[in-house]
């Protein structure tokens, strides 16, 4: 009776050890780190968790899509996402988020949510229930043999994306004065006001830092998902608030390592459970995320004491 | 006649319907120092808030060289040239001293220059040069006022305000930081200087103004700072 679980299991770890499951795991943990990042760096600033930021993915997979139907070369669409997702953000900040930068974080949130579901309705009438398709970048889906083993050139774009967006981040939080005001800016806004830190300035310096992370996150995800529906990005991103607080809301670093945690795990169940079985993935996920928040409830990467930096 | 470079008249600040400043009014030119003393909840830091923009008038008006200041944010006034050395220090403690010191460039008028120009607070304060590598939070309590005072002072500003510089401070660090304040005198800032320490500040400031339930009830000189009696009378006014 036990040698079905010993050898479904034995399945799963041979499965997940494979070269190929763990180069799409990791693909996965990168693209989920980049939407930590973006979700993190405005709660630093802003003490807001944008949960309307999935749509922000989900209005840059609608540019991609339209410029792929009008069969417009792949510089253009990603020139027309990036615009799309920027402006959005940009507007979001200036009606949304700056009015109620003095409110409390549950108004926030709400406002957010409100947010949320406003573009989803919008993407629902202008594009309908079936959404559209973004081909463009389709070719990235084929594989390519590194030593013997087939792997996506999606999964290998993503991961080198990835780390080059987080090294430009870090070299323009750590090397540049906008940088060093957004750092003083999430650890006491009010001191950093005092001192001549332009509190509109920052804020929309971090929230347009995040909606260009969100663009790059639609591009990458629309290669995997072409079909972009009102409800693209949506699972993506209550997956990566999950991990972005099972890794450590308070500390930028902790908050993506959390979302690249998520992502990964993810992306191992998914690559390593039987076909039959995928359905469960989120139940294996979730039921993890409540694990671990019940032992380190302060966030799985956040050292001991109090977290002071929040970027 | 020139105006005075700080000018507050009839201040009025009220923290939801109770009064806290009635009807302050001072100035503060180049040069001088401007005690404020009194017990707590006299309206102190209040006032200094009110000039910063931290809290909204009810009443009266603040200018800067002749310049209103009134409605306008902590971060324009900053700018504008006031810095204020807030109470508590409130350092970036995970900041090392030199990006303190570099958020201090924040505030700075000129729009020339790299930033990288700390060279005059450092003068000042060698101890931060040879610390600047470090972070702000291990510093001791005196190196971390110098620290605050000398990140208000990169900005530039022609008026400096601080908020209780001394508080939990050795003595021998009081004395560097009293004396540092008639340095700071001397190269023609105006500093409004909020204290605990009554005799050691009237005996430094120009004139010293006793604060007591939020209004101003006595001005003294430095030739009062052995004349405890009037200064006890002035506390329990």
Not at chain 1, 19 to 31: E, N, R
Not at chain 1, 266 to 275: C, H, I, K, V, W
Not at chain 2, 213 to 226: H, I, M, V, Y
Request: with cysteine.
């Amino acid at each position: 009776m036990s040698t079905p679980v010993a050898s479904g299991l034995a399945d799963f770890f041979g499965d997940a050890v494979d070269l190929q499951v763990q180069v799409d795991a990791i693909g996965l943990g990168a693209i989920f780190a980049l939407m930590a990042v973006g979700i993190g760096l405005v709660f630093g600033v802003l003490r807001l968790v944008n949960f309307a930021y999935g749509q922000l993915i989900m209005a840059g997979g609608f540019a991609l899509a339209f410029a792929s139907e009008r069969g417009w070369s792949v510089g253009v669409g990603i020139a027309l996402c990036f615009a799309v997702v920027i402006v959005l953000s940009l507007a979001m900040e200036r009606a949304v988020f700056r009015p109620l930068r003095t409110q409390s974080p549950a108004v926030m949130l709400t406002a957010t949510f409100a947010v949320s579901f406003l573009l989803q309705s919008i993407a629902l009438l202008w594009f309908g229930p079936l959404g559209k398709t973004a081909a463009s970048l389709a070719e990235l889906n084929r594989p390519v043999t590194v030593g013997g083993v087939e792997i996506r050139k999606i999964a290998i774009v993503a991961i080198a994306t990835a780390a080059v967006c987080l090294v430009l981040l870090v070299l323009l939080l750590n090397r540049t004065s906008i940088g060093l005001h957004m750092r003083a800016a999430a650890m006491d806004f009010q001191t950093a006001r005092l001192l001549g830190v332009r509190a509109n300035f920052v804020s929309a310096a971090a929230v347009l830092i995040a909606g260009a992370l969100a663009a790059v996150v639609a591009v990458l995800l629309t290669v995997q998902f072409p079909t972009v529906t009102p409800t693209f990005a949506l699972r993506e991103t209550i997956v990566v608030l999950a991990g972005v607080v099972v890794g450590g809301m308070t500390r930028l670093l902790s908050a993506t390592l959390g979302g690249f945690a998520i992502g990964y795990v993810s992306g191992l169940l998914g690559g390593a459970l039987p076909t039959e079985q995928s359905q469960y993935l989120p139940t294996f996920l979730f039921g993890l995320v409540i694990l671990v928040l019940l032992l380190r409830p302060e966030g799985l990467f956040t050292r001991g004491g109090r977290a002071v930096e929040r970027v | 006649m020139s105006e005075p470079v700080l000018q507050i008249v009839d201040v009025e600040v009220t923290y939801g319907g109770v009064p806290a400043v009635r009807g302050v009014s001072l100035t503060a030119d180049a040069g001088e120092i401007v005690g404020l003393i009194g017990p707590n909840g006299a309206g102190k830091s209040t006032t200094l808030h009110a000039v910063m923009g931290l809290v909204p008038l009810r009443g009266g008006e603040v200018a800067l060289e002749g310049r209103s200041l009134r409605g306008k944010t902590p971060e324009a006034i900053a700018r504008g040239g006031v810095a204020l050395v807030p109470e508590g220090r409130r350092l970036f403690g995970e900041l090392t001293v030199e990006e303190n010191l570099r958020l201090g460039l924040a505030g700075r008028r000129e729009t020339s220059g790299n930033g990288g120009d700390l060279v005059d607070v450092y003068e000042l304060f060698p101890v931060l040069e040879e610390f600047r590598d470090r972070p702000a939070g291990v510093l001791s309590g005196g190196q971390q006022q110098q620290l605050a005072i000398a990140r208000a002072l990169v900005a530039r500003p022609s008026v400096l305000l601080l908020d209780e510089p001394s508080l939990g401070l050795a003595p021998t660090v009081v004395d560097l930081v009293f004396s540092t304040l008639a340095t700071i005198r001397d190269r023609g800032l105006a500093v409004v200087l909020v204290e605990q320490r009554a005799q050691r500040t009237v005996a430094l400031a120009d004139r010293t103004h006793v604060l007591a339930n939020g209004e101003l009830r006595l001005t003294l000189t430095p030739d009062d700072a052995g004349d405890t009696d009037r200064m006890i009378a002035a506390y329990f006014s």
